[in-house]
C-alpha cells in the first residue's frame, strides 16, 4: 500500500519548528508533498536562508514520515518564505492582528521577573541565567531576556550562539533546550549603542519589547541594567507586572547601593519579592542579604555561597543548575526558585520568612 497525501500531511503536523513551537503544517511551511510510490519528497519554506534549525526539521522528518508505513525514503528540501509570506505568518503568530501593540507582547499569565541589583558585578546575569535553567527544570516555560544595556553576557552563559531570526520585522528568540532568550546585545553591533541611551532609549526600548514573540510562557526572567540609571527606570515601566528580585553581595556598602534599586523597583511599580545574597562565605562574609531584606521589608529568598563552579560553567556556556545538577549551590538555587513560584500560588510572601538561610 502507498502512502497517501493525508497519511504525509498527518505526519507533518508533528514536525515542530523549534523556535516557534507549533508544526510546520500550521505556520504553512509545507510547500510541497510529492509522492511517488515509496518515495516522498518534500519541501519546507523557512523564514530565514541558511537558517540553523535545518538539522532539527531533518530529524523530526525522518522521525515522523520516514516511518511511516508504505514509504522507502524521504527526501527534504528547503526554501525561504517570500516578504508575503513572512507578514501572514507574522500576523498568524500575532493572533490575526497584524499591527504591533505597545510594550511588551505577553500572555496575562506570564509572571515577569525582574532580576536587579545596586551596582554591577554582584552576580546579576549569573543569577539570572541559573534562575531560568531552574525555573525550566522545574517544567516550566521559561524565557530570559538580557536587558543589560551595558553587559549582555546572558548569551554567552547560555551558551546560545544562534541570532534571532526577524520575521517582517517580528523577532523570534532562538532557543536552548527548552529555554527562549532575547538579548538587548543581539542588536547592538547593529543599530550602534547610541539608541539604546539618551532620549532614544524608551522609545526604542518600547518598540524592542514590543516586536520580540515571546509566545506562550510561564515565566519571563529579566536581567535588569544595575543601578537606578535610566535604562533601569525605563524597563521598570515597560514591564507590566513585573515582580523584582534584588540580588546583593554580603558586604554592609553593597547592601546601601541595592537599598536604593530596591526603592527604584518600588516606584516603577515592581512588586518586591525578595533578596538574594550572592557570594556568601569567607571572603565577603555573609548576612548583607538579610539585612538588606529587614531594610525593604521583603523576605531573604536564599543565600548563594562564593562556588567557583558557577563561573566556571558560565564561561562554557552551561548553567551550573544544568552542568552539576547535584551539587549543593544548584539544590540553593533551585530551591530559591521554588520558593518564588510559591509566593505566587500563596499570593503573598509570608511563608517565605521562615526559611533558614544556607551559608
Ligand atoms: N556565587 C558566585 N561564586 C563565584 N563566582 C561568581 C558567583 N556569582 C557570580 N560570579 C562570577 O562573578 C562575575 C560577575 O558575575 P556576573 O557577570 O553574573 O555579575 P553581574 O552583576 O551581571 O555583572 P555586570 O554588572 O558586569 O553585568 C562573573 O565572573 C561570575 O562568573
Ligand atoms: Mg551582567
New binding site residues.
Given amino acids: 500500500m502507498a502512502v497517501t497525501r493525508e497519511q504525509v500531511h498527518e505526519a507533518l503536523s508533528r514536525v515542530i519548528d523549534p523556535e516557534l513551537r507549533k508544526p510546520v503544517t500550521e505556520l504553512d511551511m509545507v510547500r510541497d508533498v510529492r509522492i511517488d510510490g515509496g518515495q516522498v519528497e518534500i519541501t519546507i519554506a523557512l523564514t530565514v536562508a541558511g537558517c540553523p534549525l535545518r538539522a532539527s526539521f531533518q530529524d523530526q522528518v525522518s522521525e515522523h514520515v520516514a516511518t511511516l508505513p508504505g514509504v522507502e525514503s524521504v527526501s527534504l528540501d528547503f526554501d525561504v518564505m517570500s516578504p508575503d509570506e513572512k507578514a501572514a505568518l507574522s500576523a498568524k503568530l500575532r493572533g490575526g492582528v497584524s499591527e504591533r501593540t505597545k510594550g511588551i507582547s505577553l500572555d496575562k499569565g506570564t509572571r515577569v521577573l525582574a532580576v536587579a541589583?545596586g551596582?554591577?558585578?554582584?552576580?546579576?546575569?549569573?543569577?539570572t541565567a541559573n534562575l531560568a535553567a531552574a525555573f525550566s527544570s522545574l517544567g516550566q516555560r521559561t524565557g530570559v531576556l538580557d536587558a543589560?544595556v551595558?553587559?549582555h553576557?546572558i548569551p554567552h552563559m547560555l551558551g546560545v550562539q544562534q541570532r534571532p531570526v526577524v520575521v517582517d520585522k517580528m523577532i523570534v528568540p532562538p532557543v536552548r533546550d527548552e529555554l527562549k532568550l532575547m538579548s538587548i546585545g543581539f542588536f547592538l553591533d547593529e543599530n550602534g549603542p547610541i539608541m539604546w541611551r539618551g532620549p532614544m532609549l524608551h522609545r526604542a526600548l518600547e518598540q524592542f519589547l514590543s516586536d520580540v514573540h515571546w509566545g506562550e510562557l510561564d515565566v519571563l526572567i529579566v536581567?535588569m541594567p544595575?543601578g537606578t540609571g535610566d535604562v533601569a527606570i525605563s524597563l521598570g515601566q515597560l514591564l507590566p507586572r513585573a515582580e523584582a528580585i534584588v540580588?546583593t553581595t554580603p558586604q554592609p556598602a553593597a547592601q546601601e547601593v541595592a537599598v536604593r534599586a530596591g526603592l527604584m523597583a518600588r516606584k516603577t511599580n515592581m512588586r518586591l519579592i525578595g533578596v538574594v545574597e550572592?557570594?556568601a562565605g569567607e571572603v565577603f562574609g555573609s548576612g548583607g542579604g538579610e539585612r538588606l531584606a529587614e531594610e525593604l521589608d521583603i523576605p531573604l529568598l536564599g543565600s548563594?555561597?562564593?562556588?567557583?563552579a558557577?563561573?566556571e560553567h558560565?564561561?562554557e556556556g552551561e548553567p551550573l543548575v544544568w552542568a552539576e545538577p547535584d551539587s549543593p549551590?544548584t539544590h540553593e538555587l533551585l530551591r530559591i526558585a521554588q520558593t518564588i513560584d510559591e509566593t505566587k500560588r500563596e499570593q503573598g510572601v509570608g511563608i517565605v520568612k521562615e526559611l533558614h538561610v544556607l551559608s
Fill in positions: 541589583s551596582k554591577g558585578g554582584v552576580g546579576k546575569s549569573t543569577l543589560d551595558y553587559g553576557s536581567d544595575p540580588v550572592n557570594m548563594i555561597r562564593l562556588d567557583p558557577l563561573r558560565a564561561d549551590t
